[in-house]
């Protein structure tokens, strides 16, 4: 019998379903929106190009359209949503780029109006570590005085040769020290990871999510490399092929990385999406639900449950 208790379906994970359902006590569904923000590793600020792996709309393939305006996008979406789940509400997620990097008045122009608004519960907002100055910092606490608020950070690796060769530019303190700037001002931080970086080894993307799992963090992303069309990376798997995660290796690892993670961390996302028009490995990765569904029976066979490593070395 499963006795985790972050879970309404069964899972051995704190489930973001489940988060939501006891938060809001209704259906809650993320509106993912394009506020036409860059990077500093993209303008040429840090660097240009951005992540290795970001497609030309950075990490937001299935946000809004940019040419929309915001609240266009957002009813654009919802609407779309609303037909599955009428009665739901939604968060505002502010996903493609780095939407912390700009002046502190475009970012009160592109957040406030989603403050109050009409079925919004709350706002997410995508963001990088090197881009949370004081001012910003200052801001986004006051911000989560008046909604709910929620920064999901890019980490991807505490690797800093990793983090080098994906062009993240900047290196795991700077990471630390953004976090530590969210957390001062009690605002909830949901961090990203990816497995299967270029050259990175199991142990590697273990002692990552290990060394996540002993931060002061509220929610995880794990998510899975992905080769898209014309990136740099793509173009680097062509000239020098690296080994890529197989599906049984990737179930393995995030199976292991959960251990690992403390049972209060709100599991976000245990596998990405690609578009699959730009999707060239691993193919994989498309049977989404199959991932997941495996994911539970592996952590069932082996009587493992977020955070169980955790217990084990510290009894």
């Known amino acids: 019998m499963n006795t985790f208790p972050y879970t309404l379906d069964n899972k051995r994970y704190h489930t973001y379903n489940y988060f939501l359902k006891t938060k809001y ?84 122009e592109t957040f406030e109006p989603f403050v109050n608004y009409p079925d919004v519960v709350g706002i997410a907002i995508a963001a990088r570590a090197d881009c949370l100055s004081d001012e910003i910092c200052d801001y986004l606490e006051d911000l989560s005085k008046r909604t709910d608020l929620y920064v999901e950070l890019g980490l991807q690796t505490i690797h800093d040769k990793t983090a080098k060769l994906i062009n993240r530019g900047h290196d795991y303190q700077t990471f630390i020290e953004g976090l530590n700037k969210l957390r001062e001002r009690k ?25 996540v799992g002993q931060l002061d963090i509220q929610g995880l992303k794990i998510h899975n490399l992905y080769i898209l069309k014309n990136t740099t990376l793509h173009h680097m798997y062509l000239n020098q092929p690296f080994d890529m995660l197989s599906r049984e290796e990737y179930i393995s690892l995030v199976v292991k990385q959960l251990s690992y993670i403390p049972e209060n961390v709100v599991i976000e996302r245990l596998t990405g999406d690609a578009p699959l028009d730009l999707l060239i490995e691993p193919k994989w990765s498309i049977k989404k639900v199959t991932i997941l569904n495996d994911i539970d029976k592996l952590m069932k066979a082996n009587e493992i449950y977020q955070g169980s490593n955790l217990k084990k070395e510290s009894n």
Not at 81 to 106: E, V
Not at 187 to 211: F, Q, R, S
Request: net charge positive; proline share 3%.
């Open 25 to 108: 006590n209704k259906k809650i569904a993320k509106v993912s929106l394009n506020a036409n923000f860059t990077c500093p590793n993209r303008d040429g600020n840090k660097s240009v190009g951005g992540c290795i792996f970001c497609s030309n709309s950075g990490s937001g393939d299935f946000a809004g359209n940019v040419y929309d305006s915001l609240q266009q996008q957002f009813t654009n979406v919802s609407k779309v949503m609303r037909h599955k789940w009428p009665d739901c509400q939604f968060i505002a997620y502010f996903q493609a780029n780095t939407n912390t990097y700009g002046s502190l008045q475009r970012l009160q």
């Open 187 to 211: 605002i909830d931080v949901c961090v990203h990871i990816i497995n299967g970086l270029p050259y990175e080894t199991y142990d590697m993307m273990v002692e990552t999510a290990k060394a």
